[in-house]
Every structure is written in structure tokens, then in C-alpha cells.
T-cell receptor, first 111, second 114 residues
Framework: TQLLEQSPQFLSIQEGENLTVYCNSS?????LQWYRQEPGEGPVLLVTVVTGGEVKKLKRLTFQFGDARKDSSLHITAAQPGDTGLYLCAGFGYNFNKFYFGSGTKLNVKP | ETGVTQSPTHLIKTRGQQVTLRCSSQ?????VSWYQQALGQGPQFIFQYYREEENGRGNFPPRFSGLQFPNYSSELNVNALELDDSALYLC?????????????FGPGTRLTVL
């Protein structure tokens, strides 16, 4: 079983629509990161959240860390074709000194 | 400042063979982590090297081994290759800040085991 569950697994939307991707766990994390990965490339870090309830914004992307630090969400406003890619969350846990990645959400934004 | 580079880009091996993958870390970074990413999955942590010492290992068998050199570049060695070892192997370099680490990933090495 995955330590971090991401949903949905796949998302295909039209340009201009809004979307939310979820990252859930039964474990508590000291930090949670979101990455975007494009085909043929390694993941690129978008944000790190460390405080329960924390909200960070990066242009049209809004990231939230759950109050209990077990879950996170990524909301994209007015999606654009350039947002297409694999979105990965990764948690750094208190009891394991490394990052665990979720299985990812594959987003396709159609023009 | 150069980014993280990996070599080779692609590799095809047969079952039972051995493979060595290489990673050059970003300038100023002392930590390299290796990940295995199967098709359609997220990266799985293999191990991390900090200042030439192994600093944590994931759930991978001993036939996965590594090295970090004084210039902080790193190698991943896999012995007795199995079909399930086919994956994208990613390395990430960082300055070791634990939970707030910013990992910079290379483009990966695509390994196919036939």
C-alpha cells in the first residue's frame, strides 16, 4: 500500500477550468512537497509546506497543508496547456528520514 | 552553475547482468539521493549519500548499491538485474536540510531489462 494516496490518478480538462488534486495519508509529516514532472525530465519542486494549515500561492497554483499535517491539496485556477504534466506530492515523516512520494496525478489541459 | 546530470540517458541490459548509473550533483550540494520510478508510478527512494556516507536506505535489496565520491558525484550499481528493475532511475542533489530539503532532480536514466 502507498503511504501517500493521490487523487485523481488522471485528469483531463479544458483550458480555463479549475481543478484540485489531493494527497492523503494516515501518517503525519513534518513537511510536504509538491512537484511537477514532464515527460523525459525529472520532477521539479513547486513548493514546500511545513506548518499545519499553511497555505502557499504560486501564481495560479494554491497549495494547502492539512491542519493535522496528514494531507495536502493543490488547486489550479484557470488551467493552461502549459500546466500539463505529472503532479507528485512527497512527504517527509517524523519516523522515516526520507521523502515518500505519492503515485502522482497525470493532468492534461486541452487548448 | 551546472544542473544535475545523469548518464547514460538510456540503457538496455539482459537479466543477470550488472549496471552502473552515474550522477553529477549540482555545484555546492553535498547530498545525492537515488530513486526508482516505474512506469505510471511516483519515485521510490533507494538510498541517500551525504558526504560520501550512506545516510538512509529504502526497501531495496542489497544488490542495489552506491557510492559517493569526494566531488559529491555518485554512482548507483545494480547487480543480477531482474525484469522488474526496468524503470527510470532518478538522482537528486541537495544541501541536506532534512524536511525542508530542496532536491534538484536530474533527467534520469531509462533502464530496460530484457
Amino acid at each position: 500500500t502507498q503511504l501517500l494516496e493521490q487523487s485523481p490518478q488522471f485528469l483531463s480538462i479544458q483550458e480555463g477550468e479549475n481543478l484540485t488534486v489531493y494527497c492523503n495519508s494516515s501518517s503525519v509529516f513534518s513537511s510536504l512537497q509538491w512537484y511537477r514532472q514532464e515527460p523525459g525530465e525529472g520532477p521539479v519542486l513547486l513548493v514546500t509546506v511545513v506548518t499545519g494549515g499553511e497555505v502557499k500561492k504560486l501564481k495560479r497554483l494554491t497549495f494547502q497543508f492539512g491542519d493535522a499535517r496528514k494531507d495536502s491539496s493543490l488547486h489550479i485556477t484557470a488551467a493552461q496547456p502549459g500546466d500539463t504534466g505529472l503532479y507528485l506530492c512527497a512527504g517527509f515523516g517524523y519516523n522515516f528520514n526520507k521523502f515518500y512520494f505519492g503515485s502522482g496525478t497525470k493532468l492534461n489541459v486541452k487548448p | 552553475e551546472t544542473g544535475v546530470t545523469q548518464s547514460p540517458t538510456h540503457l538496455i541490459k539482459t537479466r543477470g547482468q550488472q549496471v552502473t548509473l552515474r550522477c553529477s550533483s549540482q555545484s555546492g550540494h553535498n547530498t545525492v539521493s537515488w530513486y526508482q520510478q516505474a512506469l505510471g508510478q511516483g519515485p521510490q527512494f533507494i538510498f541517500q549519500y551525504y558526504r560520501e556516507e550512506e545516510n538512509g536506505r529504502g526497501n531495496f535489496p542489497p544488490r542495489f548499491s552506491g557510492l559517493q565520491f569526494p566531488n559529491y558525484s555518485s554512482e548507483l550499481n545494480v547487480n543480477a538485474l531482474e525484469l522488474d528493475d526496468s524503470a527510470l532511475y532518478l538522482c537528486a542533489s541537495s544541501s541536506f536540510r532534512g524536511s525542508t530539503d530542496t532536491q534538484y532532480f536530474g533527467p534520469g536514466t531509462r533502464l530496460t531489462v530484457l
